[in-house]
Protein backbone atom coordinates (compact mmCIF):
# COMPACT_ATOMS: atom_id res chain seq x y z
CA UNK A 1 0.00 0.00 0.00
CA UNK A 2 1.90 3.59 -1.21
CA UNK A 3 1.74 5.65 1.69
CA UNK A 4 0.65 9.37 -0.42
CA UNK A 5 0.68 12.72 0.51
CA UNK A 6 -0.96 16.19 -0.17
CA UNK A 7 0.62 19.61 -0.74
CA UNK A 8 -1.21 22.80 0.17
CA UNK A 9 0.05 25.82 -1.27
CA UNK A 10 -1.63 28.81 -0.02
CA UNK A 11 -0.92 32.15 -1.96
CA UNK A 12 -3.01 34.26 -3.89
CA UNK A 13 0.83 35.50 -5.58
CA UNK A 14 0.91 32.14 -7.05
CA UNK A 15 -2.24 32.27 -8.76
CA UNK A 16 -1.64 35.73 -9.92
CA UNK A 17 1.28 35.19 -11.71
CA UNK A 18 3.87 37.34 -9.49
CA UNK A 19 5.90 35.18 -7.52
CA UNK A 20 6.46 31.29 -9.24
CA UNK A 21 6.32 28.48 -6.47
CA UNK A 22 9.34 26.89 -5.39
CA UNK A 23 8.33 25.14 -3.04
CA UNK A 24 6.29 21.72 -4.21
CA UNK A 25 9.84 20.47 -6.34
CA UNK A 26 11.67 20.22 -3.21
CA UNK A 27 9.03 18.93 -1.26
CA UNK A 28 8.64 16.66 -3.83
CA UNK A 29 11.78 15.03 -4.25
CA UNK A 30 12.04 14.94 -0.35
CA UNK A 31 9.21 12.90 -0.38
CA UNK A 32 10.54 10.77 -3.32
CA UNK A 33 13.58 9.82 -1.15
CA UNK A 34 11.29 9.26 2.22
CA UNK A 35 9.19 6.48 0.43
CA UNK A 36 6.01 9.06 0.16
CA UNK A 37 4.29 8.91 -2.95
CA UNK A 38 3.07 13.02 -3.49
CA UNK A 39 -0.71 12.67 -5.14
CA UNK A 40 -1.73 15.79 -5.38
CA UNK A 41 -1.06 19.67 -5.19
CA UNK A 42 -3.39 22.41 -4.88
CA UNK A 43 -2.88 26.09 -4.90
CA UNK A 44 -5.61 27.99 -3.51
CA UNK A 45 -6.41 31.58 -2.94
CA UNK A 46 -5.66 33.05 0.88
CA UNK A 47 -9.60 32.48 1.92
CA UNK A 48 -10.66 30.92 4.85
CA UNK A 49 -13.38 28.52 3.12
CA UNK A 50 -10.61 27.38 0.42
CA UNK A 51 -7.50 26.47 3.15
CA UNK A 52 -10.61 24.57 5.57
CA UNK A 53 -12.31 22.98 1.89
CA UNK A 54 -8.20 21.78 0.75
CA UNK A 55 -7.45 20.66 4.32
CA UNK A 56 -10.14 18.28 4.70
CA UNK A 57 -10.72 16.90 1.43
CA UNK A 58 -6.83 16.13 1.76
CA UNK A 59 -6.28 15.62 4.96
CA UNK A 60 -9.05 12.32 4.46
CA UNK A 61 -7.95 11.52 1.24
CA UNK A 62 -3.89 11.44 1.85
CA UNK A 63 -1.55 9.96 4.54
CA UNK A 64 0.17 13.00 5.24
CA UNK A 65 -0.49 16.84 4.37
CA UNK A 66 1.50 19.35 4.09
CA UNK A 67 0.56 23.53 3.61
CA UNK A 68 2.90 26.09 2.82
CA UNK A 69 1.86 30.03 3.80
CA UNK A 70 -0.11 32.13 5.39
CA UNK A 71 1.71 31.97 8.73
CA UNK A 72 3.33 35.06 9.70
CA UNK A 73 2.03 38.42 11.06
CA UNK A 74 0.01 40.01 8.66
CA UNK A 75 -3.66 40.03 8.28
CA UNK A 76 -3.46 37.90 5.50
CA UNK A 77 -1.65 35.49 7.14
CA UNK A 78 -4.97 33.48 8.66
CA UNK A 79 -3.57 29.40 7.71
CA UNK A 80 -3.47 28.88 11.25
CA UNK A 81 -6.87 30.66 12.26
CA UNK A 82 -8.39 28.27 9.14
CA UNK A 83 -6.76 24.76 9.78
CA UNK A 84 -7.95 25.22 13.73
CA UNK A 85 -11.26 25.98 12.36
CA UNK A 86 -10.96 22.63 9.86
CA UNK A 87 -10.43 20.82 12.74
CA UNK A 88 -12.80 22.17 15.43
CA UNK A 89 -10.53 23.63 17.83
CA UNK A 90 -9.61 26.56 19.35
CA UNK A 91 -6.34 28.89 18.16
CA UNK A 92 -4.86 29.03 21.37
CA UNK A 93 -1.41 30.83 22.55
CA UNK A 94 1.13 28.09 22.80
CA UNK A 95 3.42 28.59 26.45
CA UNK A 96 6.55 27.49 24.19
CA UNK A 97 5.82 29.31 20.69
CA UNK A 98 5.57 32.51 23.19
CA UNK A 99 8.79 32.19 24.59
CA UNK A 100 10.66 31.28 21.39
CA UNK A 101 9.65 34.65 20.47
CA UNK A 102 10.08 36.38 23.22
CA UNK A 103 13.69 35.51 23.46
CA UNK A 104 14.11 36.30 19.65
CA UNK A 105 12.65 39.70 20.10
CA UNK A 106 14.00 40.16 23.30
CA UNK A 107 14.31 44.44 23.45
CA UNK A 108 12.54 44.97 20.26
CA UNK A 109 9.14 44.99 19.18
CA UNK A 110 6.93 41.65 20.26
CA UNK A 111 3.69 43.39 19.57
CA UNK A 112 0.56 41.98 19.11
CA UNK A 113 0.72 41.17 15.06
CA UNK A 114 4.49 39.32 15.99
CA UNK A 115 2.20 37.80 19.05
CA UNK A 116 0.02 36.26 16.60
CA UNK A 117 2.84 33.83 15.22
CA UNK A 118 2.66 32.37 19.00
CA UNK A 119 -1.18 31.41 18.13
CA UNK A 120 -1.88 27.13 16.95
CA UNK A 121 -4.63 24.97 17.45
CA UNK A 122 -5.40 23.32 20.07
CA UNK A 123 -3.45 19.76 20.67
CA UNK A 124 -1.10 20.48 18.38
CA UNK A 125 2.57 20.62 18.19
CA UNK A 126 5.84 22.54 17.13
CA UNK A 127 7.46 22.61 14.19
CA UNK A 128 11.13 24.25 14.74
CA UNK A 129 11.87 26.84 12.57
CA UNK A 130 15.45 27.68 13.10
CA UNK A 131 15.61 30.82 10.60
CA UNK A 132 13.45 33.15 12.00
CA UNK A 133 12.08 31.02 15.54
CA UNK A 134 8.49 31.69 14.28
CA UNK A 135 7.04 28.13 14.40
CA UNK A 136 4.88 25.88 12.30
CA UNK A 137 2.89 23.28 13.26
CA UNK A 138 1.77 19.42 12.74
CA UNK A 139 -1.87 18.73 13.80
CA UNK A 140 -2.81 15.04 13.46
CA UNK A 141 -1.47 14.13 9.66
CA UNK A 142 -1.24 17.69 8.79
CA UNK A 143 1.87 19.95 8.61
CA UNK A 144 1.49 23.53 8.64
CA UNK A 145 5.05 25.21 6.97
CA UNK A 146 6.05 28.60 6.21
CA UNK A 147 5.64 30.07 2.47
CA UNK A 148 9.63 31.60 2.36
CA UNK A 149 11.24 28.84 0.81
CA UNK A 150 14.23 29.26 2.91
CA UNK A 151 12.26 28.81 6.27
CA UNK A 152 9.95 26.19 4.88
CA UNK A 153 12.98 24.14 3.84
CA UNK A 154 14.63 24.10 7.37
CA UNK A 155 11.23 23.14 8.97
CA UNK A 156 11.23 20.27 6.17
CA UNK A 157 14.50 18.70 7.39
CA UNK A 158 13.10 19.08 11.00
CA UNK A 159 10.21 17.19 10.30
CA UNK A 160 11.61 13.98 8.35
CA UNK A 161 12.02 11.88 11.31
CA UNK A 162 8.10 12.09 11.84
CA UNK A 163 7.17 10.84 8.37
CA UNK A 164 7.22 7.33 7.56
CA UNK A 165 7.24 6.58 3.85
CA UNK A 166 6.48 3.26 2.36
CA UNK A 167 8.32 1.34 -0.35
CA UNK A 168 11.01 3.55 -2.08
CA UNK A 169 10.12 4.55 -5.46
CA UNK A 170 13.47 4.53 -7.64
CA UNK A 171 13.84 6.01 -11.47
CA UNK A 172 15.70 5.72 -14.35
CA UNK A 173 15.60 8.44 -17.61
CA UNK A 174 17.06 7.59 -20.58
CA UNK A 175 16.31 10.17 -23.22
CA UNK A 176 16.93 9.48 -27.25
CA UNK A 177 16.82 11.72 -29.41
CA UNK A 178 13.78 9.97 -31.48
CA UNK A 179 9.77 12.14 -31.25
CA UNK A 180 7.68 10.80 -29.26
CA UNK A 181 5.31 9.75 -32.02
CA UNK A 182 8.50 7.15 -32.99
CA UNK A 183 8.87 5.59 -30.09
CA UNK A 184 5.22 5.13 -29.07
CA UNK A 185 4.72 1.85 -30.24
CA UNK A 186 7.05 0.03 -28.70
CA UNK A 187 6.95 2.16 -25.55
CA UNK A 188 3.25 1.07 -25.08
CA UNK A 189 4.11 -2.19 -25.07
CA UNK A 190 7.25 -2.11 -22.95
CA UNK A 191 4.70 -0.73 -20.10
CA UNK A 192 2.48 -3.40 -20.99
CA UNK A 193 5.73 -5.89 -20.36
CA UNK A 194 6.53 -4.24 -17.20
CA UNK A 195 3.27 -3.20 -15.18
CA UNK A 196 5.30 -3.09 -11.99
CA UNK A 197 7.21 -0.52 -13.67
CA UNK A 198 5.23 3.33 -14.16
CA UNK A 199 6.91 4.64 -17.68
CA UNK A 200 6.29 7.94 -18.74
CA UNK A 201 7.71 10.09 -21.65
CA UNK A 202 8.12 13.66 -21.80
CA UNK A 203 9.09 15.59 -25.14
CA UNK A 204 11.64 18.35 -25.55
CA UNK A 205 13.75 20.20 -28.10
CA UNK A 206 17.27 20.05 -27.92
CA UNK A 207 19.60 22.07 -30.41
CA UNK A 208 16.77 22.17 -32.84
CA UNK A 209 16.41 17.84 -32.16
CA UNK A 210 13.38 16.61 -30.58
CA UNK A 211 13.49 13.89 -28.73
CA UNK A 212 12.26 11.96 -25.93
CA UNK A 213 12.82 11.67 -21.73
CA UNK A 214 11.38 8.32 -20.72
CA UNK A 215 11.14 7.88 -17.36
CA UNK A 216 11.01 4.89 -15.43
CA UNK A 217 9.88 3.95 -11.67
CA UNK A 218 8.99 1.42 -9.61
CA UNK A 219 9.63 0.20 -6.23
CA UNK A 220 10.64 -3.16 -7.38
CA UNK A 221 14.44 -2.38 -7.90
CA UNK A 222 15.16 -5.81 -10.39
CA UNK A 223 11.97 -4.93 -12.35
CA UNK A 224 13.59 -1.34 -12.75
CA UNK A 225 16.50 -2.62 -13.75
CA UNK A 226 15.21 -5.19 -16.63
CA UNK A 227 13.14 -2.24 -17.60
CA UNK A 228 15.45 -0.10 -18.04
CA UNK A 229 17.87 -2.52 -19.81
CA UNK A 230 14.95 -3.43 -22.16
CA UNK A 231 13.86 0.19 -23.42
CA UNK A 232 18.10 0.63 -24.05
CA UNK A 233 17.48 -2.38 -26.44
CA UNK A 234 14.09 -0.95 -27.84
CA UNK A 235 16.20 2.78 -28.58
CA UNK A 236 19.12 1.36 -30.02
CA UNK A 237 16.57 -0.58 -32.27
CA UNK A 238 15.00 2.59 -33.28
CA UNK A 239 18.74 3.16 -34.79
CA UNK A 240 19.58 5.91 -31.85
CA UNK A 241 21.08 5.75 -28.71
CA UNK A 242 20.17 6.13 -25.31
CA UNK A 243 21.36 8.32 -22.92
CA UNK A 244 21.31 8.11 -19.12
CA UNK A 245 20.27 10.97 -16.80
CA UNK A 246 22.50 10.85 -14.05
CA UNK A 247 20.61 12.82 -11.61
CA UNK A 248 17.32 10.48 -11.52
CA UNK A 249 19.31 7.21 -11.16
CA UNK A 250 19.17 7.09 -7.33
CA UNK B 1 -18.98 39.01 -10.21
CA UNK B 2 -16.08 37.88 -10.42
CA UNK B 3 -15.36 35.40 -13.86
CA UNK B 4 -13.01 32.15 -12.09
CA UNK B 5 -10.80 29.85 -13.79
CA UNK B 6 -9.17 26.54 -12.46
CA UNK B 7 -6.04 24.66 -14.09
CA UNK B 8 -5.37 21.70 -13.59
CA UNK B 9 -1.68 20.33 -14.14
CA UNK B 10 -1.70 16.50 -15.47
CA UNK B 11 1.59 15.49 -14.25
CA UNK B 12 3.23 12.99 -12.85
CA UNK B 13 6.25 14.57 -13.37
CA UNK B 14 6.08 17.52 -11.63
CA UNK B 15 4.52 15.64 -8.65
CA UNK B 16 8.01 13.85 -8.12
CA UNK B 17 9.50 16.73 -8.63
CA UNK B 18 11.67 15.53 -11.91
CA UNK B 19 10.37 19.14 -13.46
CA UNK B 20 9.15 22.45 -12.34
CA UNK B 21 5.83 23.20 -13.77
CA UNK B 22 6.50 26.42 -15.68
CA UNK B 23 2.82 26.77 -17.08
CA UNK B 24 0.55 27.89 -14.18
CA UNK B 25 3.00 31.32 -14.27
CA UNK B 26 2.16 32.15 -17.83
CA UNK B 27 -1.72 31.49 -17.38
CA UNK B 28 -1.97 33.06 -14.47
CA UNK B 29 -0.48 36.36 -15.55
CA UNK B 30 -2.65 36.21 -18.70
CA UNK B 31 -6.07 35.42 -16.93
CA UNK B 32 -5.12 38.57 -14.83
CA UNK B 33 -4.76 40.80 -18.02
CA UNK B 34 -8.19 39.19 -19.33
CA UNK B 35 -10.00 39.88 -16.00
CA UNK B 36 -10.66 36.41 -14.99
CA UNK B 37 -8.96 35.20 -11.46
CA UNK B 38 -7.13 32.09 -11.42
CA UNK B 39 -9.14 30.73 -8.01
CA UNK B 40 -7.15 27.70 -7.63
CA UNK B 41 -4.41 25.27 -9.33
CA UNK B 42 -3.58 21.30 -9.03
CA UNK B 43 -1.26 19.53 -10.08
CA UNK B 44 -2.81 15.85 -10.19
CA UNK B 45 -1.54 12.30 -11.49
CA UNK B 46 -1.90 11.23 -14.74
CA UNK B 47 -4.63 8.22 -14.23
CA UNK B 48 -8.25 8.48 -15.18
CA UNK B 49 -9.81 8.47 -11.89
CA UNK B 50 -7.70 11.50 -10.96
CA UNK B 51 -8.11 13.69 -14.14
CA UNK B 52 -12.29 12.71 -14.19
CA UNK B 53 -12.50 13.85 -10.97
CA UNK B 54 -10.45 17.25 -11.00
CA UNK B 55 -12.04 17.97 -14.30
CA UNK B 56 -15.31 17.64 -12.57
CA UNK B 57 -15.13 19.38 -9.69
CA UNK B 58 -13.47 22.45 -11.46
CA UNK B 59 -15.92 22.84 -14.57
CA UNK B 60 -18.94 22.64 -11.64
CA UNK B 61 -16.94 25.52 -9.49
CA UNK B 62 -15.37 27.73 -12.32
CA UNK B 63 -16.48 29.82 -15.44
CA UNK B 64 -13.09 28.40 -16.98
CA UNK B 65 -11.07 25.12 -16.69
CA UNK B 66 -7.64 24.79 -18.54
CA UNK B 67 -5.85 21.70 -18.57
CA UNK B 68 -2.11 21.13 -19.31
CA UNK B 69 -0.51 17.94 -20.26
CA UNK B 70 -0.74 14.42 -21.43
CA UNK B 71 -2.35 14.81 -25.02
CA UNK B 72 0.77 13.40 -27.30
CA UNK B 73 1.39 9.92 -28.53
CA UNK B 74 2.64 7.83 -25.84
CA UNK B 75 0.57 5.47 -23.76
CA UNK B 76 1.05 7.39 -20.53
CA UNK B 77 -1.35 10.47 -22.63
CA UNK B 78 -4.62 9.66 -21.08
CA UNK B 79 -6.19 13.16 -21.17
CA UNK B 80 -8.02 13.27 -24.03
CA UNK B 81 -9.97 9.82 -23.22
CA UNK B 82 -10.37 10.80 -19.49
CA UNK B 83 -11.87 13.87 -20.16
CA UNK B 84 -14.38 12.54 -22.85
CA UNK B 85 -15.15 10.25 -19.73
CA UNK B 86 -15.79 13.03 -17.39
CA UNK B 87 -18.50 14.79 -19.53
CA UNK B 88 -20.09 11.03 -20.68
CA UNK B 89 -19.01 11.28 -24.23
CA UNK B 90 -17.71 9.12 -26.70
CA UNK B 91 -13.78 9.55 -27.81
CA UNK B 92 -14.49 10.18 -31.69
CA UNK B 93 -11.69 10.56 -34.33
CA UNK B 94 -11.65 14.33 -35.73
CA UNK B 95 -11.74 14.67 -39.27
CA UNK B 96 -10.27 18.29 -38.99
CA UNK B 97 -7.12 17.11 -36.99
CA UNK B 98 -6.93 13.74 -39.07
CA UNK B 99 -6.17 16.29 -42.38
CA UNK B 100 -3.60 18.51 -40.14
CA UNK B 101 -1.39 15.62 -38.86
CA UNK B 102 -1.89 13.53 -42.37
CA UNK B 103 -0.51 17.37 -43.64
CA UNK B 104 2.02 17.28 -41.33
CA UNK B 105 3.72 13.91 -40.99
CA UNK B 106 3.20 13.74 -45.34
CA UNK B 107 5.78 10.67 -46.14
CA UNK B 108 6.12 10.35 -42.61
CA UNK B 109 5.19 7.59 -40.43
CA UNK B 110 1.07 8.97 -39.34
CA UNK B 111 1.19 5.59 -36.91
CA UNK B 112 -1.46 4.36 -34.73
CA UNK B 113 0.36 6.42 -31.91
CA UNK B 114 0.23 9.79 -34.26
CA UNK B 115 -3.47 9.17 -34.93
CA UNK B 116 -4.43 8.88 -31.31
CA UNK B 117 -3.47 12.87 -31.16
CA UNK B 118 -6.66 13.24 -33.65
CA UNK B 119 -9.13 11.60 -31.20
CA UNK B 120 -11.53 14.41 -28.91
CA UNK B 121 -14.34 14.15 -26.93
CA UNK B 122 -17.37 13.87 -29.55
CA UNK B 123 -18.67 18.04 -29.30
CA UNK B 124 -15.23 19.03 -28.38
CA UNK B 125 -13.78 22.17 -30.86
CA UNK B 126 -10.44 22.03 -31.93
CA UNK B 127 -7.87 24.39 -30.17
CA UNK B 128 -5.17 25.08 -33.00
CA UNK B 129 -1.56 24.12 -32.32
CA UNK B 130 0.57 26.41 -34.98
CA UNK B 131 3.78 24.80 -33.37
CA UNK B 132 3.19 20.61 -33.83
CA UNK B 133 -0.01 20.81 -35.29
CA UNK B 134 -1.48 18.05 -32.98
CA UNK B 135 -4.25 20.07 -32.14
CA UNK B 136 -5.98 21.00 -28.04
CA UNK B 137 -9.79 20.92 -27.71
CA UNK B 138 -12.11 22.85 -25.81
CA UNK B 139 -15.57 21.13 -24.77
CA UNK B 140 -18.12 23.16 -23.05
CA UNK B 141 -15.91 25.27 -20.26
CA UNK B 142 -12.75 23.25 -20.43
CA UNK B 143 -9.68 24.06 -22.60
CA UNK B 144 -7.51 21.00 -22.91
CA UNK B 145 -4.08 22.56 -23.96
CA UNK B 146 -0.28 20.93 -24.34
CA UNK B 147 2.06 20.34 -21.58
CA UNK B 148 5.07 21.39 -23.16
CA UNK B 149 5.38 25.41 -22.71
CA UNK B 150 6.16 26.67 -26.01
CA UNK B 151 3.04 24.79 -27.54
CA UNK B 152 1.08 25.23 -24.76
CA UNK B 153 1.61 29.46 -25.15
CA UNK B 154 0.85 29.06 -28.88
CA UNK B 155 -2.26 27.88 -28.15
CA UNK B 156 -3.03 29.94 -25.15
CA UNK B 157 -3.00 32.84 -27.73
CA UNK B 158 -5.22 31.37 -29.99
CA UNK B 159 -7.99 30.80 -27.61
CA UNK B 160 -7.75 34.68 -25.85
CA UNK B 161 -10.72 35.70 -28.02
CA UNK B 162 -13.13 32.92 -26.26
CA UNK B 163 -12.53 34.20 -23.18
CA UNK B 164 -14.63 36.67 -21.62
CA UNK B 165 -13.47 38.21 -19.04
CA UNK B 166 -15.36 40.62 -15.94
CA UNK B 167 -13.23 43.23 -14.58
CA UNK B 168 -10.07 43.92 -15.12
CA UNK B 169 -7.83 43.72 -11.28
CA UNK B 170 -4.83 46.19 -11.24
CA UNK B 171 -2.54 45.91 -8.86
CA UNK B 172 0.48 47.77 -7.59
CA UNK B 173 3.69 46.35 -5.28
CA UNK B 174 5.26 48.65 -2.89
CA UNK B 175 8.39 47.53 -0.95
CA UNK B 176 9.86 48.67 1.77
CA UNK B 177 12.81 47.50 4.07
CA UNK B 178 10.38 47.00 6.71
CA UNK B 179 9.86 43.46 8.48
CA UNK B 180 6.47 42.34 8.01
CA UNK B 181 6.26 42.46 11.70
CA UNK B 182 6.49 46.07 12.34
CA UNK B 183 4.18 47.20 9.57
CA UNK B 184 1.62 44.42 10.56
CA UNK B 185 -0.71 46.69 12.90
CA UNK B 186 -0.68 49.87 10.45
CA UNK B 187 -1.36 47.44 7.09
CA UNK B 188 -4.12 45.79 8.89
CA UNK B 189 -5.99 49.22 9.65
CA UNK B 190 -5.71 50.34 6.08
CA UNK B 191 -6.86 47.07 4.94
CA UNK B 192 -10.31 48.04 6.87
CA UNK B 193 -10.06 51.41 5.32
CA UNK B 194 -9.76 49.85 1.82
CA UNK B 195 -12.59 46.46 1.49
CA UNK B 196 -12.31 46.94 -2.10
CA UNK B 197 -8.42 46.45 -2.13
CA UNK B 198 -7.27 43.41 -1.64
CA UNK B 199 -3.86 43.89 0.41
CA UNK B 200 -1.12 41.14 1.13
CA UNK B 201 2.18 41.16 2.35
CA UNK B 202 5.42 39.00 1.34
CA UNK B 203 8.53 39.19 3.27
CA UNK B 204 11.79 38.75 1.68
CA UNK B 205 15.75 38.73 2.22
CA UNK B 206 17.61 41.05 0.02
CA UNK B 207 21.48 42.37 0.56
CA UNK B 208 20.93 40.76 3.87
CA UNK B 209 17.87 43.36 4.96
CA UNK B 210 14.40 41.82 5.84
CA UNK B 211 12.04 43.89 3.98
CA UNK B 212 8.28 43.31 2.42
CA UNK B 213 6.45 43.39 -0.31
CA UNK B 214 3.02 44.88 -0.29
CA UNK B 215 0.78 44.26 -2.99
CA UNK B 216 -2.14 46.19 -3.55
CA UNK B 217 -5.14 44.38 -6.29
CA UNK B 218 -8.72 45.83 -7.37
CA UNK B 219 -11.12 46.26 -9.91
CA UNK B 220 -11.71 50.05 -8.25
CA UNK B 221 -9.14 52.12 -10.07
CA UNK B 222 -9.52 55.18 -7.43
CA UNK B 223 -9.92 52.92 -4.61
CA UNK B 224 -6.44 51.61 -5.67
CA UNK B 225 -4.95 54.54 -6.51
CA UNK B 226 -5.78 56.16 -2.86
CA UNK B 227 -4.77 53.13 -1.45
CA UNK B 228 -1.41 53.18 -2.52
CA UNK B 229 -0.97 56.97 -1.29
CA UNK B 230 -2.07 55.67 2.03
CA UNK B 231 0.44 52.81 1.73
CA UNK B 232 3.43 54.81 0.96
CA UNK B 233 2.30 57.60 3.63
CA UNK B 234 2.09 54.82 6.53
CA UNK B 235 5.49 53.51 5.02
CA UNK B 236 7.32 57.26 5.65
CA UNK B 237 5.27 57.34 9.11
CA UNK B 238 7.14 53.91 9.94
CA UNK B 239 10.49 55.82 9.10
CA UNK B 240 10.96 53.81 5.27
CA UNK B 241 10.81 54.81 1.76
CA UNK B 242 8.54 53.36 -0.43
CA UNK B 243 9.88 52.05 -3.87
CA UNK B 244 7.76 50.82 -6.35
CA UNK B 245 7.94 47.56 -8.53
CA UNK B 246 7.29 48.42 -11.88
CA UNK B 247 5.97 45.34 -13.39
CA UNK B 248 3.10 45.04 -11.05
CA UNK B 249 1.59 48.39 -11.72
CA UNK B 250 -0.20 47.74 -15.11
Redesign the interface.
Known amino acids: MAVTAALIIIG???????????N??????R??DIGI??????????TED?IIAAVNQCRAAHDFVFTTGGI??????ITSRSVARAFGVALVRDPVALALLEKH?EGR?L????LKMADIPEGAGLIHNPVSKAPGFQIENVFVLA??P?IMEAMFEGIKERLTGGEKVA?I?ITAFIP??????P??RL?EEFPAV??????F?RGGRLG?SL?L?SADGPALAAAAESLRAMIRDLGSEPEEDGE?GD
Open positions: NEVLSGRTRDALQFIARLVRLAEARVIADAGPTHDDYDNDARGVSSTEGDLAGFGQEMGSYPFSVRD
